[in-house]
């Protein structure tokens, strides 16, 4: 049936216990008990519509009222209390999945995913897969746990970044962590720890180009490459 709002739709309350809330110019909410909400403290900013609600509790709800934001828009928020949260015009969660939650911008798809942002409109977490969780600045979140510093990214079952200290870590393989302290390091391949600042840590390495090898640079920036001869001698070119 239509909702209060023009070109807004909802199902009949007399399908539900309890009714599905619209709240803005082309809403969908769809689900017992599923409502586009707003809990802050107050509610000024006019808000302009365009929420996707679909599941039983599902919701979508605006946090913050900002005089400084002209307009909120509606989130999209599909499954069994999935929850997405919006805190600017910009910054509206996308939650997909039972249980899953989306905050500022985040987007979470996957039961009992969580993606949630630590600043408003220039934070934003992407959680992928049951249990996987996002909940730092530009993090992402595979089948892992991005949770420490911002720019973590976790990729595969048991990865993981818990601690603040450790920002702009990259963790490819089940398993993969980053030691105490360090940033702006790499962990691929099951099970390894990303254990130097500045590094890639793995457990074997392979070129596979026919001469190639690997490039270093000295103290005054002169490259060096090293390569092997079909002697197996190294070679320093």
Not at 120 to 141: F, K, M
Not at 180 to 206: H, N, P, Q, R, Y
Not at 208 to 223: D, E, K, L
């Amino acid at each position: 049936v239509n909702g209060a709002q023009t070109d807004s739709l909802k199902n009949a309350d007399a399908l539900v216990t309890t009714a599905a809330i619209t709240r803005g110019v082309g809403d969908i909410v769809l689900g017992n008990g599923a409502s586009i909400i707003n809990t802050a403290s107050t509610n000024n900013t006019p808000y302009s519509g365009g929420g996707v609600v679909i599941g039983d509790g599902a919701k979508s709800n605006q946090t913050t009222d900002y005089s400084f934001i002209t307009e909120y828009f509606g989130g999209i928020a599909i499954g069994l209390n999935a929850q997405s949260e919006n805190t600017s015009s910009n910054d509206i969660g996308i939650a997909i999945g039972n249980n899953a939650f989306a905050a500022s911008g985040g987007i979470s798809i996957g039961g009992a995913t969580s993606s949630s942002a630590t600043a408003r409109s220039s934070a934003r977490g992407v959680a992928i897969g049951q249990g996987s969780r996002a909940t730092v600045n530009e993090s992402l979140g595979i089948f892992g746990t991005a949770d420490g510093g911002y720019g973590s990214i976790c990729i595969g079952g048991g990865s993981e970044v818990n601690s603040t200290a450790n920002t702009n870590c990259t963790l490819v393989g089940a398993g993969t962590q980053v030691a105490a302290g360090i940033t702006d390091a790499g962990a691929f391949g099951e099970g390894v720890i990303a254990g130097i600042t500045g590094s890639i840590s793995v457990k074997e390495l392979e070129t596979q180009t026919a001469g190639g090898g690997i490039t270093m640079y000295s103290p005054n920036g002169t490259a060096f490459k090293l390569t092997v001869s079909d002697a197996g001698a190294l070679v320093i070119s």
